[in-house]
């Protein structure tokens, strides 16, 4: 079993429509993380959730909106996206508080939104 | 100015050569390092810590470098298969070792 999974793996959808991307993590860590990458950028911290409360939101537009019902999983739903929300979605997982504290990343979600 | 930079590349090598590229960062307190691989189209796995003393991995040697702030990623004998994006990471206390990401170097090795 991989340590961190990630479904859908790809997901299109309308502007219009609501979908949701789901993460969980079996290493035990206790933060676990939103990035988004778009081409030729740097990963983007979207969310940040340790020990279930959310302790970053770097200025990410209501249409993302997490969840992080329990340490092992985290949820981003997504509702009426516009076309520059196209990128991957990246989920990670890490011991968070402690130095040199690796990121385990779940192998994301490639999203177009059309 | 950026708080962690990577010359976004593409380095075009040999197969059997060695090549090296470095990362600045800004925050003179960031105390952890890492170097990562991205292969195209899959997620970030750790390649190695970069500690202070410099470090080997096999082919992979990392340094740091605190006075000019940066640090660096040699690889030997370059292998098709290190064909990759790899990206920079810097953490420190102050943020809570939040990790601060470069937007990686692109590294294609040629046969």
């Known amino acids: 079993e991989t340590g961190v999974t990630q479904t859908p793996r790809h997901l299109v959808m309308g502007m219009t429509n609501k979908k949701s991307l789901k993460c969980e993590q079996h290493?035990?860590?206790?933060?676990m993380y939103w990035y988004k990458q778009s081409a030729k950028k740097p990963l983007e911290l979207m969310f940040v959730?340790?020990?279930?409360?959310?302790?970053e939101n770097n200025s990410v537009p209501s249409r993302f909106s997490p969840e992080c019902p329990n340490s092992s999983h985290l949820f981003l739903h997504l509702h009426t996206l516009q076309p520059e929300d196209s990128a991957l979605y990246l989920c990670?997982?890490?011991?968070?508080?402690?130095?040199?504290?690796?990121?385990?990343f779940g192998q994301g979600t490639r999203l177009t939104v059309v | 100015r950026k708080e962690v930079e990577q010359d976004p590349g593409p380095f075009n090598v040999p197969e059997g050569a060695t090549v090296a590229f470095n990362c600045t960062y800004s925050?003179?307190?960031?105390?952890?390092f890492f170097w990562y691989r991205q292969d195209c189209r899959k997620e970030p796995k750790l390649l190695m810590s970069v500690y202070s003393s410099g470090n080997e991995d096999g082919r992979f040697t990392a340094q740091l470098n605190r006075a000019s702030q940066y640090i660096s990623l040699l690889i030997r004998d370059s292998k098709l298969s290190d064909s990759a994006t790899y990206l920079c990471?810097?953490?420190?206390?102050?943020?809570?070792?939040?990790?601060?990401w470069g937007a990686g170097t692109k590294l294609i090795i040629k046969p």
């Open positions: 959730y340790n020990f279930k409360e959310q302790t």
């Open positions: 925050n003179s307190a960031s105390q952890s």
């Open positions: 990670a997982s890490s011991q968070e508080g402690a130095a040199g504290n690796e990121a385990f």
């Open positions: 290493l035990g860590h206790n933060a």
């Open positions: 990471v810097v953490t420190s206390y102050y943020s809570n070792y939040q990790l601060i």
